[in-house]
Structure formats: structure tokens, C-alpha cells
Nanobody
Framework: QVQIVESGGDLVQPGESLRLSCTAS????????TGWYRQAPGKEREMVAT???????TYGDSVKGRFTISGDDAKTTIALQMNNLKPEDTGLYSC????????????WGQGTQVTVSS
């Protein structure tokens, strides 16, 4: 079984920075992608950033140039460095692990709250 634990959420002011961490543990084999997703109240969940086992990264348009995703060698412990935070970055940030199969398996953490407000 795979477990995912996130940390780092907080209340910050606009323009400040925050760093989120996610650790996936358990039986993780083959190709996989780890990433951060967020959901604001009343809005659909959106992809923030992902990183593959081989280090390939993707970013949501709204965070490009401000957020950076990184990981350890295995990319099962990842971090999201968030700079120049804006009120619209507020939301529940969740870590997701997709392990290629077949069958493909998906795991989610419980999330960590980020609130950007003055």
C-alpha cells in the first residue's frame, strides 16, 4: 500500500513565499508521476505542477515563473517552492501519485491548506 503525506501549508501575505513537501512511501514500482493539485472553494481542482520519475516537469499556466517543483533522486519526496504568492493561489493543495501499470494506480494525500491574504 502507498501512503502520501503532505506538509507546509500556512497563512501568508501576498508576495510572500511558501514551500510545500510531499512524501510517498510504500511499494512504488515502474514509471510514475508525482504532482501537486489545488482546489479553491467553489472551483474545480486544477493541476499546479508535476514531476515524473525521470525529472520531467509540467506547470499550470497560472503558476509558471513563480512556482518550482523538485524532487529527490527517486522523485517520491517532492517539494513545491511557491514565490510571489497571490490571493488566487489560496486553496487546498494535494499531492497525487500516478503509477503506470497496467493497471494504472492513483494515490492522493489529504492535502495541506494554503491561504494568501492580507
Amino acid at each position: 500500500q502507498v501512503q502520501i503525506v503532505e506538509s507546509g501549508g500556512d497563512l501568508v501575505q501576498p508576495g510572500e513565499s511558501l514551500r510545500l513537501s510531499c512524501t510517498a512511501s510504500g511499494s512504488i514500482n515502474g514509471f510514475y508521476v508525482t504532482g501537486w493539485y489545488r482546489q479553491a472553494p467553489g472551483k474545480e481542482r486544477e493541476m499546479v505542477a508535476t514531476i515524473s520519475k525521470f525529472g520531467i516537469t509540467t506547470y499550470g499556466d497560472s503558476v509558471k515563473g513563480r512556482f518550482t517543483i523538485s524532487g529527490d533522486d527517486a522523485k517520491t519526496t517532492i517539494a513545491l517552492q511557491m514565490n510571489n504568492l497571490k490571493p488566487e493561489d489560496t486553496g487546498l493543495y494535494s499531492c497525487r501519485l500516478i503509477v503506470g501499470g497496467p493497471p494504472t494506480q492513483e494515490y492522493w494525500g489529504q492535502g495541506t491548506q494554503v491561504t494568501v491574504s492580507s
